[in-house]
């Protein structure tokens, strides 16, 4: 019969074996890895300075309390115990020129980043990182402060590129602006997937898009005002995406004081 105190005691965690104990460890996130679970004992130790454990390094500031200081601290950290077999990176809301550096130099497999919401990383700095990322099939820019010749360079040096996201926020734009679809359309042929919420593209940057992009079957152009559809444009569309996300009626009619207003003869 069991007593009392045997009900009681709870699994003893250095008796697990070690995958197991690295499977549990990986649902932890990356700076509760480094913070705190790696000081608990001296196998946690061990694993955590396995660079197969570094494989996927997901951070953020949203729901911590940590500062941005303290955030790349962290990432360098586990960037490095990486040793180069880094795959998939995912960062948001913190980073600089000199953490994408880091990681760029230990990316040679990396085939997945998100930087989104990170404002102080450059044009150059992110250029200089992504001529040494050939591998990357999926990236995510979303609300940062990159143009087009960021665009250029990541295309012209990602052949094996699929998914984009580049996504804007800000007051809803009139104003014409094709540069990024024809970025796209000429150094991008092998999308599959892409995401330009809030451009201001309109169809002359549309059809670029389709003429050079013969893969892409999913595309996102919510919030792009400029673009009108003709019949011929509409049926392109529908033969060649299975998903084509527009622009909410509702983001035409709101109060025109959300609106910039601006002409442009950009359709080049």
Not at 134 to 150: A, K, R
């Amino acid at each position: 019969m069991e007593t009392e105190n045997e009900s009681t005691i709870g699994p003893n965690w250095l008796d697990l074996p070690r995958d197991l104990t690295a499977n549990i460890l990986h649902r932890l996130g990356t700076d509760e890895i480094l913070s705190s679970a790696c000081q608990v004992c001296s196998l946690w130790w061990n694993i955590s300075k396995d660079p197969l454990m570094w494989r996927t390094i997901k951070m953020g500031n949203r729901h911590t309390s940590y500062d941005d200081a303290y955030l790349e601290k962290i990432c360098y950290n586990a960037v490095n115990r990486s040793c180069d077999h880094l795959e998939e990176i995912d960062i948001e809301c913190f980073g600089t020129d000199s953490l994408l550096e880091c990681i760029a130099n230990n990316g040679s497999h990396l085939h997945s980043m998100r930087l989104i919401d990170c404002w102080s990383i450059s044009d150059e700095g992110f250029s200089e990182a992504v001529r040494k990322l050939p591998q990357l099939e999926t990236v995510d820019i979303s609300l940062t402060n990159l143009h087009e010749d960021s665009l250029e360079v990541l295309g012209r040096s990602c052949p094996l590129l699929k998914s984009l996201q580049y996504c804007i926020t800000g007051p809803l734009t009139y104003r014409k602006s094709n540069a990024i679809a024809f970025v796209i359309a000429e150094t991008m042929s092998g999308l599959c997937d892409l995401d330009i919420e809030g451009h201001g593209i309109s169809d002359v940057g549309l059809i670029a898009i389709l003429d050079k992009c013969p893969l892409l079957k999913y595309l996102d152009t919510r919030r792009c005002l400029n673009l009108i559809l003709s019949e011929s444009l509409e049926k392109r569309c529908i033969d060649q995406f299975d998903t084509m996300v527009l622009p909410a009626p509702v983001d035409y009619y709101l109060n025109p004081y959300w609106y910039e207003y601006a002409t442009s003869d950009d359709e080049y």
